[in-house]
């Protein structure tokens, strides 16, 4: 079946520290998505990535398509961005189509 | 709507009863998915809705689930005959189609005792 590998699954930081998240997928990409879960529960969509860079404020997400993995970086942390990170690949064939696979998730904690 | 929304927020209920959850999706949106997330833990896939047909239904764990949606937009996410088990965040997205992003809901909290 389709595997979704994120690293590291824990990740500890002090604020302002930079960090990279990474994801593997073990099939082509065509739609590729970075999600924050903050300490509420609340998924949070950061990006939609299937190849390329894309920048938001602190956060980039970059996806070489070819060679089947992303990786998120987070540039000077804040307390804010504690949560935990999922990365989702979406298939687009056979009997799943349609179906989002996710991660196991990279758990983040920014400490002061 | 202005986005995703799930109800009840909270649900107690008891060992051997049906419980219904319901999720109004982002309007337009045509795709919409039901995952379910137990404490610590990733997203488990349920099910997925295109318009008012659901391609895929192999996650649903067992015949006491089950899923419709009506109208391209409202979905009830049913479970009959609860057990401690199902207790767990169930979680509503949506999207507009293939290539755009999902959104999802706050989630349910389900809990049973």
């Known amino acids: 079946g389709i595997q979704v590998e994120q690293s590291p699954p824990d990740l500890i930081l002090q604020e302002g520290a930079n960090s990279t998240l990474r994801c593997n997928f073990s099939?082509?990409?065509?739609?590729l998505q970075w999600f924050h879960q903050n300490p509420w529960g609340q998924l949070i969509n950061l990006f939609y990535i299937p190849s390329g860079t894309k920048q938001n404020g602190r956060l980039s997400a970059t996806t070489v398509a070819t060679e089947r993995y992303s990786l998120l970086y987070i540039s000077s942390s804040q307390t804010t961005d504690s949560g935990v990170y999922f990365c989702?690949?979406?298939?687009?064939?056979?009997?799943?189509?349609?179906?989002?696979?996710f991660g196991r998730g990279t758990q983040l904690t920014v400490w002061p | 709507g202005a986005g995703v929304s799930q109800s009840p927020s909270n649900k107690v209920t008891e060992k051997g009863k049906d419980v219904e959850l319901r999720c109004d999706p982002i309007?337009?949106?045509?795709?919409l998915y039901w995952y379910r997330q137990s404490l610590g833990q990733g997203l488990e896939f349920l099910i997925y809705?295109?318009?008012?047909?659901?391609?895929?239904k192999s996650g649903l764990p067992s015949d006491r689930f089950s899923a419709e949606r009506t109208g391209g937009s409202v979905s009830t996410l049913t479970i009959q005959r609860t057990q401690q088990e199902d207790s767990a965040v169930y979680l509503c997205?949506?999207?507009?189609?293939?290539?755009?992003?999902?959104?999802f809901g706050s989630g349910t909290q389900l809990s049973v005792l």
């Open positions: 997205a949506s999207t507009q189609g293939s290539g755009e992003k999902l959104f």
């Open positions: 989702a690949w979406r298939s687009y064939r056979g009997s799943t189509l349609g179906r989002l696979y």
């Open positions: 099939d082509s990409v065509n739609n």
């Open positions: 809705f295109q318009g008012n047909s659901a391609p895929d």
């Open positions: 309007s337009g949106h045509t795709a």
